[in-house]
């Protein structure tokens, strides 16, 4: 299983560029990384997927150097509407699992200030 | 597209009794995962079906039961309920296993 190690919390101010890091010294060759957003009481929200090198959609890009054992989600010009809990998984042959399941991170609570 | 449903939205038992849950996939949808989101351990995950045959389970014990329908319908059970199993349980669809998957707004259950 892939040992996650995320921010807990990070502040930051609308409008700027928010950069949230994932660690994952030991993921699999088959393994995928998938971020997820979070509202209170509500069901986790996909935000993007990658493997390798840089993926990019109209919400969010995700940086995966070389090594794989870490990614950086950015969220450009963030608003209030942004604060919310964000999960780094990292899944074997994605985000579906294998034999030894779906690994989460505990989540960075993200906050955005006016 | 209608996405992911799951009913109740809340629910209320006693220790002792038992619940289940059930979850409607995206039309098209045939693979059903579960989990259980409590503040303490987060989220975790129970269960994943595909095609009516559990794939894969997590590390919970055996009172977490699940089963999915020829129409991808997924539900779950809890017997015998301890105070601890107050949680969130969400339940996530995808095409199929390893794509993308989609959660339901969740089930909160309280367990008294």
């Known amino acids: 299983l892939a040992k996650i190690t995320q921010p807990i919390s990070m502040d930051s101010y609308e409008g700027q560029e928010v950069n949230i890091t994932c660690s994952h010294n030991?993921?699999?060759?088959?393994?995928?990384i998938t971020w997820y957003q979070q509202f209170p009481s509500q069901g986790p929200r996909f935000i993007i997927q990658g493997y390798k090198t840089k993926v990019t959609n109209e919400v969010a890009s995700l940086f995966i150097p070389a090594d794989r054992k870490s990614s950086t989600l950015s969220l450009p010009r963030v608003s209030l509407s942004d604060t919310a809990v964000y999960y780094c998984l990292v899944g074997d042959t994605g985000f579906g699992g294998g034999a030894d399941g779906l690994t989460f991170g505990k989540g960075t609570h993200l906050i955005i200030q006016p | 597209k209608a996405g992911v449903t799951q009913t109740p939205r809340y629910l209320i038992k006693t220790r002792g009794q038992q619940v289940t849950l059930s979850c409607s996939p995206i039309s098209g949808h045939r693979s059903v995962s579960w989990y259980q989101q409590t503040p303490g351990q987060g989220l975790q995950f129970l269960f994943e079906y595909f095609s009516e045959t559990q794939r894969n389970k997590g590390n919970f014990p055996g009172r977490f039961s699940g089963r999915q329908f020829s129409n991808s319908r997924s539900e779950m059970n809890v017997s015998t309920l301890e105070l601890g199993d107050s949680a969130l349980y969400l339940c996530?669809?995808?095409?199929?296993?390893?794509?993308?998957?989609?959660f339901g707004p969740g089930t909160r259950l309280t367990v008294l």
């Open positions: 030991n993921i699999a060759t088959n393994d995928y």
């Open positions: 996530a669809s995808s095409s199929k296993p390893p794509d993308t998957q989609y």
